[in-house]
């Protein structure tokens, strides 16, 4: 019989936003999921099955979220400060996902910039992997990173949400 590491209790919320409704999960330790609604809400939840119920710190990690994402959306928030819940991502996709609040708002780096920066100049295509299995896009910002030719490159949520962020923060 093998044994499974139990998943923590999720809490979610599905929020209306200017770019779609977003799904948003936390944990008791923080932030573990933000969806757009062509991943499919109930897929995304079935897919983390967190066991038990979700204590009160998930619901102030939503609460949380979402008012910072509205601020954000809305043009009032640069940066986020909501805790995250990052336990399941790890190796080379963590350090991508921890690099990514550095890249400026309103700014843009490289696939192959990002790369360069962790020390792994020919790792463009594992940064771009990291960036499109990104758990919480918009508030880890892989919408800032583009193609080395200037291309928008992709993104989970699709590629008029990335230019929409896009020029959200160009204003």
Not at 99 to 117: D, K, Q
Request: hydrophobic share 40%; glycine share 14%.
């Amino acid at each position: 019989m093998s044994q499974h590491r139990s998943r923590p209790a999720v809490a979610s919320r599905v929020v209306p936003t200017p770019i779609g409704p977003l799904l948003l999960a936390a944990t008791d330790i923080g932030l573990v999921r933000v969806a757009f609604e062509g991943e499919g809400f109930d897929a995304v939840l079935a897919e983390m099955g967190g066991a038990g119920t979700p204590g009160e710190q998930a619901a102030r990690h939503l609460a949380t979220a979402q008012g910072q994402i509205d601020e954000y959306l809305a043009g009032r928030r640069r940066s986020f400060d909501v805790d995250v819940d990052l336990s399941a991502v790890a190796g080379f996709r963590r350090r991508v996902l921890d690099h990514l609040p550095s890249i400026g708002y309103g700014t843009t780096s490289t696939y192959r910039e990002v790369a360069g920066a962790l020390g792994s100049p020919g790792a463009s295509r594992a940064v771009g992997s990291a960036c499109a299995t990104n758990p919480l896009p918009i508030v880890i910002p892989c919408h800032r990173v583009i193609r080395t030719d200037g291309g928008w490159g992709g993104y989970l949520g699709g590629l008029e949400v990335k230019q929409w962020l896009s020029e959200l923060e160009r204003d």
